[in-house]
């Protein structure tokens, strides 16, 4: 009896596996505008992008890895794998050396000639928006043949979301927020990737979408715009800076910075982008997560 | 010929000096009433006028009061300072080095100063630090090139040209190595090698001041001796100016108010090599007019240029002074040699 059954369930998963398999030479438009042919199932991957090496293992591609960025850090597996530099100072002939099949790589480096010339397969992968990094994670499905995972994980991570979004959308006080990334000033227009998941948590960024994606900031501005929260500085910091000591995030001690951790995940689009958003979403909102 | 040329100049800018003055003057104070009327948040005049009286009597700020008097008007001196700092510094290197090309970051200052702030800002120290790392640096840095320039007890130009070359050199190699081991701040060091006036204070201003007060007054002090020397180093020599001394202590100065300045606001660039030119073009090259001259252009200019940082995407001052100094010169250099 139980025999039969196995080999149903061992089938139908063979079927379903079949059903969504990617059919090589696959053809497609990468992010830095070229037509790339994957000409096979690659089995020996670079990935020289932490999102990318991340949405490869969360979509059982891990041990297709041969190689990743010095950045990648992310599941455990990859911090044991071969590091072949960053994005600046990419190693090439390490790349060359483990024979991968296909290096993915950002669309901001330089390695797709050489790597092109030395005859591997090359695909820029970069999800930089919030909906991208769902279709990027699509993308990277088809490319290494594990379509039906990326396709679960897509769904799984928009379930994680909107189990946050409940909470937070309707939330009666939501806290004007600045959120800055970098002391220049800089901070995140609502349109960036970060932005939206700021307004997702349930903050209301003093940042208005004319000025941009990722707006250099006068502190003027700030100090006009009086958050009710400050995100990604120290209070002492902020409180040293002239008449910041007037807004209204430093009178009740509503400055907060980010987690290592959590700061890592909001900077880099991919799988754990639910979990990011969950942590900003329990600074910004403590109350709702008790 | 040339002479002729340059007598002509100079007695028509005898002439119109004082008329010159007043408006270089009337410059520096519209820069300082615009800049600190105007920003990114409007402010109707008559409550800049308020927050200014308030801020003057120790009253307390609430709203607006705060933007005008502990962030624009503490950004528009520190403006003032550091462009009139510059501009004396370049005026005062071009002349103890007989050299044009010569601007206050000629020694080394500007390295030193962008690698203190880098290594402060990679290895993530507290912010308050890097001010006082970049000043640090910068000082060891023009302390470098007077040793490797020495030549028993003369400093001569053209080897401290050449060392301040190769000091310079070293430590942006030594900076750049430093930014691509920390990628992600990147941004961070690119913005403090173009100047930001951005969060300047009145306690900003107050440690800036005795470095720009000290190093400032004591070129002034030496415009005399400096024009003397524009006759040629044995013909000043001759006639008493102790040369060597002159030319350490100018340096020296100069160091020390360079240092300063770019220490709290980063490396603006262009301001000390250009304003010099600009009073020379405009007045004639006497140093007691032009170093004097050129902290009342440099001062407003740099002011403006802040203004432009902040109000269009121009976003660094380092950016605004470059982009638009550059060409403004050009057109002054065309018409005076047009004329």
Redesign the interface.
Known sequence: MKFPVLTLITLSAALSGAASATSYPLTLKDDLGRTVTVKAEPRRIVSMLPSTSETLCAIAACEKLVGVDTYSDYPQQVTKLPKMG????PNIEAIIAQKPDLVLVSKYGKLEGPLTQAGITVVAVNPETYDEVFSKTLTLGRVVNREAQARALVTRMKSDIARVEILTRNVVRKPTAYLEI?????SVGPNSFMGVLLTKAGARNIIPASMGDFP?V????I??ANPQLILGVDA??AG????WN?IGALKTGRVVTIPTELNTML?RPGPRLPQALRGLAKIVHPELFK | MEAAASDRRGAAGALALPLKTAGLVLLLLSAVVLGTGLGSVTVPPGEVLGALWRGVTGQELAGNDVIVWQIRLPRVVMGVLVGASLSVCGGAFQGVFRNPLADPYLLGVASGSALGATIAIVAGWPRTLIPVTALLLALAAVTCTLILAREGRRFPPNRLILAGVVVGSVLSAATTALILRGEDRARQVLAYTLGDLGFSGWLDVLTVLPYAALGGGVLLLLARALDTLQLGELTARSLGVPVERLRLITVVAASVATAGAVAYVGVIGFVGLIVPHVVRLLFGPGHRTLLPLSALLGGALLVYADLLARTTPLSQVGIVTTLLGGPFFLWLLRRQSSE
């Open positions: 960053g994005l600046y100072d970098d002391p220049t000033p800089y250099k006068d502190p003027e501005f100090v006009k002492k910091t040293a800076r002239p008449g007037s900077g």
